[in-house]
Nanobody
Framework: QVQLVESGGGLVQAGDSLRLSCAAS????????MGWFRQAPGKEREFVAA????????NYADSVKGRFTISRDNAKNTVYLQMNSLKPEDTAVYSC?????????????????WGKGTLVTVSS
């Protein structure tokens, strides 16, 4: 079992940067693909980014490609989401998730464990 806790959200202005962190408990963290998803008010949850167990393979939603970077530190049981050039449309609750299959990690239904999320608000 993996427990996930996100941090790093907050209120920023358009163009600013934020780094989200997701700390995982359990000794099996390095076995899992990790993903970030977000949900804006009144909208469905959407995929943001994912990486495989080593971080060597990554995948991004088109809307964040070139602005966001996912990375992980297995020694620290932590996955990160560096968000640059933030836009008001990036405003959402961001959640990290762990899944056993990297190739399905863009689908929230394929993820096994979830954090509670951290709110990112980008003002214009």
């Amino acid at each position: 079992q993996v427990q996930l806790v996100e941090s790093g959200g907050g209120l920023v202005q358009a163009g600013d940067s934020l780094r989200l962190s997701c700390a995982a408990s359990g000794r099996t963290f390095s076995r899992y693909a990790m993903g970030w998803f977000r949900q804006a008010p009144g909208k469905e949850r959407e995929f943001v980014a994912a990486c495989n167990w080593s971080g060597g393979y990554t995948n991004y939603a088109d809307s964040v490609k070139g602005r966001f970077t996912i990375s992980r530190d297995n020694a620290k049981n932590t996955v990160y989401l560096q968000m640059n050039s933030l836009k008001p449309e990036d405003t959402a609750v961001y959640s990290c998730a762990a899944g056993s299959d990297y190739y399905r990690s863009s689908s929230w239904r394929a993820m096994d464990y979830w954090g509670k999320g951290t709110l990112v608000t980008v003002s214009s």
